[in-house]
């Protein structure tokens, strides 16, 4: 049985598919927890499916499900949060911006916290997608009170009770802890390292930064208006 099953949301992500499959495989052999991979193909139109392919048959404990079309994010994750069977689920991006090693740094948060939420220390990113990134978040801190200086880190580890309760909509992958702290679930951010993208293309622009994180929140405070929570006070 896994204890962790991290996910790789991946979209014309063909040139970093090899070097991925081989720095999870990597992590994999010296992980404290048994873990698995699960790659989420969100409707590539590049050679990314051949290489997810080729890696899930090249290492163990690799999975993926490939998505009939491009649906974004936060669809991609909603695809793997379904399928995940283990109690942790972890969640990094194909870019290798981040690394897997990393897992083990946030991991022993989860005694008690139910989500460990990276924060990219040394960003290895243009000043310009610094900058967006830096006013998406303060617009989303304003609305949510999260208190997360970098909800966009794409590497965290989530209880998958908690996870497989948030009722996804597009963009939510940015209101994650906030989705937990609606459960009555723990939260804290924990530094993590950032390295240069060294192939593929970044998937977004200054505009969708900074406009759809502005959208979402008022989606966010809709949601949080009608959220249902109860607690059952006894049963006969």
Request: with cysteine; proline share 5%.
């Amino acid at each position: 049985m896994y204890e962790l099953t991290i996910l790789i949301p991946i979209y014309n992500e063909a040139e970093n598919i090899q070097r991925l499959g081989k720095e999870l495989n990597a992590y994999l052999t010296q992980a404290s927890k048994r873990t698995s991979v699960l790659l989420i193909n969100d409707g590539s139109s590049d050679e990314s499916q051949s290489g997810i392919e080729n890696i899930c048959e090249k290492y163990k404990d690799f999975n993926y499900i490939t998505l009939a079309q491009n649906g974004g994010l936060s669809t991609a994750l909603k695809a793997g949060i379904d399928q995940v069977r283990s109690p942790l689920i972890g969640y990094m991006d194909a870019d290798l911006q981040t690394t897997p090693q990393d897992f083990e740094t946030l991991l022993p948060y989860l005694n008690d916290y139910d989500l460990v939420n990276g924060v990219r220390v040394d960003r290895e990113d243009s000043g310009i997608k610094k900058l967006s990134s830096t006013i998406a978040n303060k617009i989303r801190r304003s609305f949510t009170g999260d208190g997360m200086d970098d909800t966009g880190c794409p590497l965290k580890i989530i209880r998958a009770e908690y996870a497989k309760n948030i009722p996804m909509f597009r963009g939510l992958h940015r209101f994650l802890p906030a989705m937990i702290l609606l459960q009555n679930g723990r939260v804290i951010q924990v530094p993590v390292r950032h390295f240069p993208r060294t192939a593929g293309t970044p998937k977004y622009g200054l505009l969708n930064r900074i406009w759809g994180p502005l959208i979402d929140c008022f989606a966010f405070l809709w949601m949080k208006r009608k959220y249902i929570r109860y607690e059952i006070k006894a049963k006969g």
